[in-house]
């Protein structure tokens, strides 16, 4: 059984940079692709990043040039680096998997959530 531990996050002012990083344990030998997600209160969660198997990227244009998402050396998890960031960047942030090893901005496609990291940018 696949889990995700998510760690960072936090508190920081409009402008600022954080990062928040995903890992797995369990049966992490077939490849998969990661994404992250964002859910503000009284919102849907929405799509931020997703990154493939081979390391394809795919980003919600609010958070284009602004984000990154990457993989560890091992593949087993993603890290997600914001930078600029602003007051409505403000959400829990969730890391997921999706056991295709293409892109997917769709969250029904994703099977296995992290447990979701505060993110707060005050401005």
């Known amino acids: 059984q696949l889990q995700l531990v998510q760690s960072g996050g936090g508190l920081v002012q409009a402008g600022g940079s954080l990062r928040v990083s995903c890992a797995a344990s369990g049966r992490t030998s077939n490849p998969y692709a990661m994404g992250w997600f964002r859910q503000a209160p009284g919102k849907e969660r929405e799509f931020v990043a997703a990154?493939?198997?081979?390391?394809?990227?795919l980003y919600s244009e609010s958070v284009k040039g602004r984000f990154s998402i990457s993989r560890d050396s091992a593949k087993t998890g993603a890290d997600l680096q914001m930078n600029s960031l602003k007051s409505e960047d403000t959400a829990v942030y969730y890391c997921a998997v999706d056991p295709g090893r293409g892109l997917s901005a769709d969250l029904r496609a994703y099977t296995v959530w992290g447990q979701g990291t505060q993110v707060t940018v005050s401005s």
């Open positions: 990154i493939s198997w081979y390391g394809t990227t």
